[in-house]
């Protein structure tokens, strides 16, 4: 089964960016449709984005439309969430979740069947 690691969260100032990658391990990463949730203290388990296995497809939530982007790159086992114009609402543990049923294009938090541990993400107003 995959092992999926979480990076790159850290303190930022409203308005500025992080880039948070997804590294895959055990199982190549072309296997799994990847999404990013995010869950705050208090609040539950939120979609962020999706990506198909082979990048072809990609879904945001409302919420961050226009300033995040997901990508992939298969070939170093990755997949990325590149988040712009950073809001203190952002603030969250930014968890990767892998959906081992790739010919499908599902969204729910239930619909993934492996998860990273998360990076914190914080952002100072």
């Known amino acids: 089964q995959v092992q999926l690691v979480e990076s790159g969260g850290g303190l930022v100032q409203a308005g500025g960016s992080l880039r948070l990658s997804c590294a895959a391990s055990g199982r190549t990463i072309s296997m799994y449709n990847i999404g990013w949730f995010r869950q705050a203290p208090g609040t539950e388990r939120q979609f962020v984005a999706a990506?198909?296995?082979?990048?072809?497809?990609?879904a945001y939530a409302d919420s961050v439309k226009g300033r995040f982007t997901i990508s992939r790159d298969n070939a170093k086992n990755t997949v990325y969430l590149q988040m712009n114009t950073l809001k203190p609402e952002d603030a969250a543990v930014y968890y990767c979740?892998?959906?081992?049923?790739?010919?499908?294009?599902?969204?729910?938090?239930?619909?993934?069947?492996?998860w990273g541990q998360g990076t914190q993400v914080i952002v100072s107003s």
């Open positions: 979740a892998g959906d081992s049923a790739r010919w499908t294009w599902r969204l729910g938090y239930g619909d993934y069947d492996y």
């Open positions: 990506i198909s296995w082979n990048g072809g497809s990609t």
